[in-house]
């Protein structure tokens, strides 16, 4: 039987835009309470900048995909939210 | 017992921790995690080194690479620099001043990293102290730098002819700098790598109790001290507290991974190749001094006595007082991140680097799956293990 991998790329997928869709509020939400920061302000927008980039890299990663093993979709998710959380650090 | 290495192919500088559980598990390699540490069957020695790492440290990571090349390893990893007993005593003053005069006969610009931590510090003092030309020196900084020695980058500003810039916004993603890199690698290796978790835990008295106690009271089982004594003869030096062992088994097994961490930051240099980062302190010169003079390591009995003597010899010179007498080791996490997010965006993650400046990846990094390594790497890179015994 051979292993529905559409099932779990449209899973990944859709955990991957949800923590993404958190970073963006984030920011968002960064730049509204520090507005009158110009730094915080101009750090942020080359954050948001830099995490579309991140998110279209990885969309296209995603879909090019192709494994016949679960555990690599498992696995995936782990190391996608640790790569955003190094992404969307405030300290760089 | 020495691992066969095979002369014609390059051997392993560093590995992407994130898939190596899973790479081991295609080879079908049992093992089993500690923290971020993998103890791995039938390397009995070598787990031996992993054990010593989690006594040591709360949080442990990258495997012990050991330079007197006697323990049979997982995997071939490159050894730098072997262990060699030092024979000839240096002062601190004078090792810095060999270290500098031979990077500088070098004749290229250098860029020295500033963290504005100790280390770091150290080494541009040193090369501001003992260079003629400074228009040979660039100095790369961020704000971090400025927040862990704020008074510092005034002083720097004094010198005409040195170039001195500033690397955070989008800098360190998009320019390329000329030259080779200095960064203050393996200080902290050199000087026992005493992490504050330690002395939280156990008080800083511990580090001049005996070593066979503490390890001991982890790991009750005679064999395990017996191999630890038979490891820490080969230092050439009588190993009898806790801060000995700690500086041995940091020299002897841990100084190469960060190094090897920090040229992930010039993967996409066009001549990229592992010599142009050079680990300041990880050197022969630096040997030279802290082997004979360990009791210098930490001086006093508070956590900011450690590296004093490095504190110290940047005060003679610039004579910043507050700092030295106050500072005390913080990680520099904002360039990791750099390194991160530089990795990320540019799309240079990697499985393996290896010593000719080769990186091992595979197009959809970090959805890695076996049949995508396969279908790139096939069983070419089989060789970089070891079978267990």
């Known amino acids: 039987m051979t292993l529905n991998t559409k099932f779990f790329k449209i899973k990944l997928i859709k955990e991957f835009l949800d923590a993404v869709a958190h970073q963006h509020q984030d920011f968002l939400d960064e730049m509204m309470i520090y507005g009158t920061d110009p730094v915080v302000v101009q750090r942020r927008f080359r954050m948001l900048g830099q995490l579309a980039e991140y998110e279209a890299q990885m969309i296209q990663k995603i879909a090019d995909f192709e494994s016949e093993d679960a555990n690599d979709f498992s696995f995936t998710t782990t190391s996608l939210r640790k790569e955003l959380y190094a992404l969307c650090n405030r300290a760089g | ?389």
């Open chain 2, 1 to 389: 017992m020495l691992s066969a290495i095979v002369l014609d192919k390059p051997t392993l500088l560093n590995y992407n921790d994130d898939y190596f559980g899973k790479i081991l598990s295609w080879r079908n390699l049992k093992f089993e995690q500690i923290r971020r540490l993998y103890k791995i069957h039938g390397f009995d020695q070598y787990n031996n080194l992993v054990d010593i790492n989690t006594i040591f440290s709360t949080t442990p990571w990258g495997m012990p690479r050991d330079r007197t090349q006697t323990i049979y390893s997982p995997l071939k990893f490159k050894i730098n620099r072997p262990w060699q007993i030092p024979t000839i005593e240096l002062s601190l003053k004078k090792c810095i001043e060999l270290r500098v005069q031979q990077i500088l006969s070098q004749n290229k610009k250098i860029n020295i990293c500033w963290s504005g931590g100790q280390d770091s510090t150290a080494l541009l003092t040193g090369f501001l102290k003992h260079t003629n030309d400074l228009s040979q020196l660039r100095v790369l900084y961020s704000p971090f730098s400025q927040y862990e020695h704020p008074e510092y980058l005034n002083f720097l500003k004094k010198f005409s002819g040195l170039e001195l810039v500033d690397i955070s916004g989008d800098v360190y993603l998009n320019v390329q700098f000329d030259g080779i890199f200095v960064t203050g690698d393996g200080g902290d290796e050199f000087m026992a790598s005493i992490d504050e978790s330690f002395i939280e835990k156990f008080g800083i008295e511990k580090l001049h109790a005996p070593w066979a106690d503490l390890f001991y009271q982890h790991i009750p089982n005679d064999n395990f001290i017996e191999f630890c004594q038979h490891y820490f003869a080969l230092s050439g030096k009588e190993i009898n507290t806790v801060l000995e062992a700690r500086w041995w088994f940091y020299v002897s097994c841990k100084n190469q991974q960060i190094w090897a961490n920090s040229l992930e930051m010039f993967f996409d240099y066009p001549n990229f190749s592992p010599d142009m980062v050079i680990p300041f302190y990880d050197c022969a010169e630096f040997e030279n001094f802290i082997y004979w003079n360990l009791d210098q390591i930490i001086p006093g009995p508070a956590y900011c006595d450690w590296k004093r003597i490095l504190r110290q010899y940047c005060y003679e010179f610039d004579g910043l007082e507050d700092w030295y007498l106050n500072k005390q080791k913080t990680s520099s996490q904002q360039l990791v991140y750099y390194r991160y997010k530089k990795i990320i965006l540019k799309n240079q993650r990697f499985i393996y680097l290896l010593d000719d400046g080769t990186r091992i990846a595979t197009k959809n990094l970090p959805l890695l799956s076996q049949i995508e390594f396969d279908n790139t790497h096939g069983t070419t890179l089989d060789y970089l293990f070891n079978d267990p015994r």
